[in-house]
């Protein structure tokens, strides 16, 4: 085994939209890649009396190693940190890279799909891992996962809409858990709707440059999961100034919109470099914003250092 370090650095992720069609549970969930914010992670092996790092990565690295019997420990060091709780899959880029890196570092090779099982992630959704693994754009229904890429002129405006004193705050852990227990599947034409959005929209759409279809995707799924989960947080977005940016950007044209899992982050996506700075200079004049970042989907996954 290598007694040197191993880093790993993966982009965040981008959750298009996620419903529950089956009492399994099973659901139906679209995604992508983002070149930037990145996470990068150090994993190298503890010495006695070190610092180890963050609970959940140790216990992520660790179980992956004890798969193939390793017993020795590790130590983890964040170089560049994802913001947690935000919308952009940082619990899972973190669990999944700090796993990678040790595998690596142990001289071991593994399948992403087994690797976020033996981490506890993945359970509802496969789409974050493979966009780990591979980035792009990928959909996930029922556990059967597409991918593709994106075209490279397409961009993504990450909108922070500022706090508000009337904000409900998204779901996180236990409390998302029992969240999503709660609500009701979707059947039928619903169900044939958001896996027509996901999979032959928005995955379909990126595969064939075609802007417009996959906007519709975006679109269509955002709502449909906006009835479900709209009475948890207030509306489609779990903020004041979410649902209001949100308001604003299909009032202009952007139907490629919507929140990033349970948020804060309001995204909207562009089919070009010159689309999207309008869009920057737009919304960053509204009052309910506080940032506005325009970044690249990543058609690669998690690079080792």
């Known amino acids: 085994m290598d007694d040197s370090g191993v880093t790993v650095r993966a982009g965040a992720r981008l959750h298009l939209g996620l419903v529950k069609t089956g009492d399994g549970p099973d659901f139906v969930s679209a995604g992508l890649s983002l070149a930037s914010p990145v996470l990068k992670v150090n994993v190298s092996w ?25 017993k020795d420990k590790v130590s983890i060091r964040i170089i560049e940190d994802l913001p947690r709780h935000f919308g952009l899959g940082s619990g899972t880029r973190l669990a999944l890279s700090s796993a990678a ?13 087994k690797v976020a099982k033996l981490t506890g992630r993945g359970k509802r959704s496969a789409m974050g891992s493979v966009l780990f693994a591979k980035g792009g754009v990928a959909a996930d229904m029922e556990g059967q996962i597409v991918r593709t890429a994106a075209p490279m002129g397409w961009r993504v405006a990450l909108i922070t809409p500022l706090p508000h004193a009337g904000d409900r705050g998204g779901a996180n852990g236990f409390q998302e858990e029992m969240a999503l227990a709660n609500v009701a ?31 519709e995707g975006v679109s269509t799924l955002q709502r449909i999961a906006a009835r479900k989960y709209g009475p948890l947080q207030g509306g489609p977005a779990s903020t004041v100034n979410g649902r209001a940016i949100l308001r604003k950007l299909v009032r202009e044209g952007w139907a490629a919109c919507g929140q990033s899992s349970w948020g ?22 509204w009052k309910e914003v506080s940032d506005v970042n325009i970044v690249r989907i990543s058609n690669s996954g998690r690079l080792f250092l």
């Open 101 to 113: 890196a040790a595998i690596k570092l142990a001289g071991k090779r593994m399948e992403v799909l």
């Open 264 to 285: 804060p982050l309001i995204f909207a996506v562009a089919p070009s470099i010159k689309d999207a700075g309008s869009l920057q200079e737009s919304a960053c004049s």
């Open 46 to 70: 503890r010495e006695t009396g070190a610092k180890s790092g963050p609970a959940m990565a140790i216990k992520a690295a660790e179980a992956a190693l004890k798969n193939f019997g390793v």
């Open 185 to 215: 599947s979707i059947k039928g034409k619903a169900r044939e709707d958001a896996a027509d959005a996901a999979v032959a929209c928005i995955v379909g759409g990126a595969s064939m440059g075609d802007f417009s279809l996959f906007s």
